[in-house]
Nanobody, 115 residues
Framework: QVQLVESGGGLVQPGGSLRLSCATS????????MGWYRQAPGKQRELVAW???????AYIDSVKGRFTISRDNAENTVYLQMDSLKPEDTAVYYC?????????WGQGTQVTVSS
């Protein structure tokens, strides 16, 4: 069964860090651009960052300089290192291909930034 499993979320104080992981199957991952998305309460899901298999990447303006996307092509895993977290980063974070496939949304991992 095709799966994406996100992990690494939690409660962190403003200014703190978290590292999210997304384990996938090779059929989803290999050769595809992978992205991290988030959905805050009452808001639409939005793209946070993407990374191609060759290493090119991009970020939304609000996380530039604070978040870093990476991928392990041998392990079919994509990561999101989040530093200098702010309360407005609070959301459920998901990974998926970019552009996203409706078939591959997982459960996500909750990130809460609060003092």
């Amino acid at each position: 069964q095709v799966q994406l499993v996100e992990s690494g979320g939690g409660l962190v104080q403003p200014g703190g860090s978290l590292r999210l992981s997304c384990a996938t199957s090779g059929s989803i991952f290999r050769g595809y651009v992978m992205g991290w998305y988030r959905q805050a309460p009452g808001k639409q899901r939005e793209l946070v960052a993407w990374m191609a298999s060759g290493g090119a990447s991009a970020y939304i303006d609000s996380v530039k300089g604070r978040f870093t996307i990476s991928r392990d092509n041998a392990e079919n895993t994509v990561y999101l290192q989040m530093d200098s977290l702010k309360p407005e980063d609070t959301a459920v974070y998901y990974c998926n291909q970019y552009p996203p496939s409706t078939h591959y949304w997982g459960q996500g991992t909750q990130v809460t930034v609060s003092s």
